[in-house]
C-alpha cells in the first residue's frame, strides 16, 4: 500500500537546530519604539493570507518576524547567526542544513536569497514540508496571541523571545491590515479542478494545472474533497492511516485526528479567508477544524455517512448531516436544527449557499427518492435514487441550484433549475457524482463511469478523462 508519507528532491534532514539565533541581552533590551509597521509586513500579510491563513494567524507570523528583524531580509543579528526575516541560524537552517536551508532553498528555485519574496516562499516551504515547524498547530489557533506564540514556539524556536513584543506587533498588523478583504479567487475557469482516488489508491488531481499524483495513500472506499482558495486548491482526505490529511495550495498537513472507517471528510473556502472541513470522527461524532476552528460538536452520525459543509456569503459555515437518528441536521452560523426528514441508511447530504442568500440541501430521503430543502423551498422530486448514493447541488445565479445523482436506473441524472435531464451515462455501482457552476454559467458533472474511469459531462464538455478511479470511490471538483 502507498504510504501516506511524501518525499521528493528536496526531501528533508530534520535536525533540532534553531529557526533563528537567540537575540543578544543588547537586542533583547533595545528601547522599544513605536511599533511601527515595516514597509514590508503588508506584502508578507498579504502573502500568508493568500496561503490560505486566516488574518490572525498571518499577522501572529507577521509579529514573530518584525520582533526577529523587522522584515528585513537583509537583516543579520550583531555579534550572531541569524540571517534574514526569521533570522534562519548561519551554520545551520540559513546556509548548511541538508537540504533544508535557504541558500540552498534559493538555489534550487532561481531566487535571490536576499529578497522578501524568496524568503517568505521558503518559510512556506518549511511550514509545509515539516510538520514539527507547526503548521497544523497554528491552524487551530483561534486568536492572534495563540497565533503568535504556536510560531515563535515551533518555528522560531529563539532564545530571548521577548513573547509580549511579538504579541504586540502582531496585534498592530491585524489591526493594520486584518480587516482589508482577503485577495479575490481567481476567476472560476472552464476546466474544473478535480481530486479523486485512483485506481492505486493514491491522491490524484487533474484540470487546468495538469494532473498530479501526490504519491499520498488513501483509505480504501473514501473520497476526497477539493475546494478553490486565493493561492491555488486545498483538499481534504482520510489517509490510508485513518486520520484526516490535507494537501494542495495551503501546503501537507497529518491533522493527527482520526476518521470513522469509510467516511470521507468535506472541505469549503471561508469567505473570509482559509478552509473548514467536516468530518465524522472515530468516535461517531461531527467535527469541523480549520480557519474558523477546532470543534467536536457532540452530535452523532450515522455509521457510514459523510457530512458536508458550505461557506455561507456573510462569513461563517453550514454543515448538512446524517444523524444517527436517520434525520437529516443542519448545524453551524445559520443555526442547528432536526429537520426532521429521515434518510436513506447509508447515504450523505449535500449542501450550497445561494447566490440570494441561505442554503440548499440536497439529500436521498428514506423513500430513495430525491429531496432537496433549504431557503430556496421543500420539495420531493419524485425521482429515484440508486441504494447506497448520494446527490450533489451546486448553486446557480437568481438564487437558483442543480442536482446531480445517480438515478435507479444507475445513469447519471441532473435536476433543479436548469431543467432535469437524464444524461444517458451509466454509473459505477455504488458511486455518487460531483458538480460544480461554471463561471460563463451552466454547470459541470464529474463522476466514475460504469467503465471504473473519471468522467466528465455538461456545459464544459461530456467525455472520458481516461484516468482509472479505485472502487466505491467519487470524485470532487472546484
Excluded at 492572534?144 to 522560531?156: I, M, Y
Excluded at 473570509?272 to 452520525?301: C, K, P
Excluded at 423513500?367 to 440508486?386: E, I, P, Q
Excluded at 454559467?441 to 478511479?469: H, I
Amino acid at each position: 500500500m502507498t504510504s501516506i508519507l511524501r518525499g521528493g528532491a528536496f526531501a528533508l534532514a530534520i535536525g533540532a537546530l534553531a529557526a533563528c539565533g537567540s537575540q543578544s541581552a543588547d537586542d533583547a533590551s533595545k528601547s522599544r519604539e513605536a511599533l511601527s509597521p515595516s514597509p514590508n509586513d503588508k506584502a508578507a500579510y498579504d502573502f500568508f493570507v493568500g496561503k490560505g491563513l486566516t488574518n490572525f494567524q498571518a499577522a501572529g507570523i507577521i509579529g514573530n518576524l518584525d520582533q526577529e528583524s523587522q522584515m528585513n531580509p537583509a537583516a543579520s543579528q550583531p555579534g550572531g547567526p541569524g540571517r534574514g526575516i526569521a533570522q534562519w541560524s548561519a551554520g545551520g537552517r540559513w546556509d548548511t542544513d541538508q537540504n533544508d536551508n535557504m541558500l540552498a532553498y534559493a538555489r534550487a528555485h532561481g531566487l535571490s536569497a536576499m529578497s522578501l519574496g524568496a524568503q517568505l516562499e521558503f518559510i512556506w516551504y518549511e511550514l509545509t514540508t515539516v510538520p514539527s515547524y507547526g503548521l497544523a498547530a497554528l491552524r487551530r489557533t483561534t486568536n492572534v496571541s495563540d497565533a503568535t506564540v504556536v510560531f515563535e514556539d515551533d518555528f522560531e524556536g529563539c532564545g530571548n523571545c521577548a513573547t509580549s513584543t511579538r504579541i504586540a506587533y502582531a496585534q498592530a498588523a491585524l489591526r493594520a491590515y486584518g480587516s482589508s478583504a482577503p485577495p479575490p479567487p481567481p476567476p472560476r475557469a472552464q476546466v474544473l479542478e478535480i481530486a479523486f482516488q485512483a485506481n492505486t489508491t493514491d491522491l490524484w488531481t487533474t484540470g487546468s494545472e495538469g494532473t498530479t499524483d501526490w504519491h499520498l495513500g488513501m483509505m480504501p472506499g473514501t473520497s476526497p474533497s477539493i475546494a478553490a482558495l486565493p493561492s491555488g486548491c486545498a483538499i481534504a482526505f482520510q489517509a490510508n492511516t485513518g486520520n484526516l490529511w490535507t494537501a494542495g495550495a495551503a501546503g501537507t498537513t497529518d491533522w493527527k485526528l482520526g476518521m470513522m472507517r469509510g467516511t470521507s471528510p468535506s472541505i469549503t473556502a471561508l469567505s473570509g479567508g482559509g478552509y473548514e472541513i467536516a468530518f465524522q470522527a472515530n468516535t461517531g461524532s461531527l467535527w469541523t477544524v480549520g480557519s474558523a476552528g477546532h470543534r467536536d460538536w457532540a452530535l452523532g452520525m450515522m455509521k457510514g455517512t459523510s457530512p458536508s459543509i458550505a461557506a455561507l456569503p456573510g462569513g461563517g459555515f453550514e454543515v448538512a448531516f446524517q444523524a444517527n437518528t436517520g434525520s437529516l441536521w443542519t448545524v453551524g452560523s445559520a443555526g442547528d436544527r432536526d429537520w426532521a426528514l429521515g434518510m436513506r441508511v447509508g447515504t450523505s447530504p449535500s449542501i450550497v449557499a445561494l447566490a440570494g442568500g441561505g442554503f440548499e440541501v440536497a439529500f436521498q430521503a428514506n423513500t430513495s427518492s430525491l429531496w432537496t430543502v433549504g431557503s430556496a423551498g421543500n420539495r420531493d422530486w419524485g425521482l429515484g435514487m440508486m441504494a447506497g448514493t448520494s446527490p450533489s447541488i451546486a448553486a446557480l445565479p437568481n438564487n437558483g441550484f442543480q442536482v446531480a445523482f445517480q438515478a435507479n436506473t444507475t445513469d447519471l441524472w441532473t435536476a433543479g433549475t436548469a431543467g432535469i435531464t437524464d444524461w444517458h451515462l451509466g454509473m459505477m455501482s455504488g458511486t455518487s457524482p460531483s458538480i460544480e457552476a461554471l463561471r460563463s454559467g451552466g454547470f459541470q458533472v464529474t463522476f466514475q463511469a460504469n467503465t471504473g474511469a473519471l468522467w466528465k459531462a455538461g456545459n464544459a464538455g461530456t467525455g472520458d478523462l481516461g484516468l482509472g478511479m479505485a472502487a466505491h470511490t467519487s470524485p470532487s471538483g472546484t
